[in-house]
């Protein structure tokens, strides 16, 4: 296993000095950085703390975006609690679409999340639903809406097209989530979506500037 190694970012988050980011590289000739962005407490945290990641993945001087097992190995070697973690499909308005560089908000009891996500485990029989190369089904549990989805292809489903996914079935100012945590990233995935006119109390840019593009190229 190739370990990370530990520096130092002055002045790139926040304004502030010292804080920590982690970068590897692998046998592929691959690089992965991975800035601490902060913590903020959260009411759909139960008001607990969430500690927000920043992830970038290079080759050669391309981005490339990481799979759901490398964002969970990221959790789970790095990670604060390494537990869980939730990825946002946020209000289009809020894409801010400067840099290949994916955001994840990381928090330490599974169940402490403000909506149930014992149903994200539960496969639906049938994905019924289509959207370009997606399958879907959708479900309302207690009023909350759980979007569950897989690939009609052997691509995997990016960021990008679960946000145009989530656009599609909830409307461009919806919002959503997924879940990293063990159990999930199989043959399917499911997002939970927030219950309209909500809004998550942690925002994805506002908390965050991206350090220039060479940043991720370094060794």
Request: glycine share 8%.
């Amino acid at each position: 296993m190739i370990q990370w190694r530990k520096f130092n970012l002055s002045s790139h988050v926040n304004g502030e000095k010292n804080y920590g980011f982690f970068k590897r590289g692998t046998t592929k000739g691959e690089f992965v950085t991975v800035i601490y962005a902060g913590k903020f407490i959260s009411e759909y945290a139960s008001s607990q703390e969430i500690c927000h990641w920043v992830i970038a993945c290079t080759k050669g001087k391309k981005f490339y975006e990481p799979s759901y097992k490398e964002k969970l190995n990221i959790v789970k070697e790095i990670g604060k609690w390494g537990n869980i973690a939730l990825e946002v499909m946020p209000s289009e308005r809020k894409v801010v679409d400067e840099a290949d560089i994916y955001h994840i908000w990381e928090f330490q009891y599974p169940y402490s999340f403000i909506y149930n996500i014992s149903p994200i485990f539960e496969k639906p029989d049938v994905f019924e639903e289509k959207f370009e190369n997606i399958k879907y089904h959708v479900e309302d549990v207690k009023g909350v809406q759980y979007i569950y989805f897989k690939s009609t292809s052997l691509n995997p489903i990016g960021w990008k097209k679960k946000q145009q996914l989530k656009n599609f079935i909830l409307g461009e100012d919806a919002v959503a989530v997924e879940f990293i945590l063990e159990g999930m990233g199989g043959d399917y995935a499911c997002m939970v979506a927030l219950k309209k006119g909500e809004t998550l109390d942690f925002g994805l840019v506002s908390h965050f500037q991206a350090p220039p593009f060479e940043f991720y190229y370094q060794n």
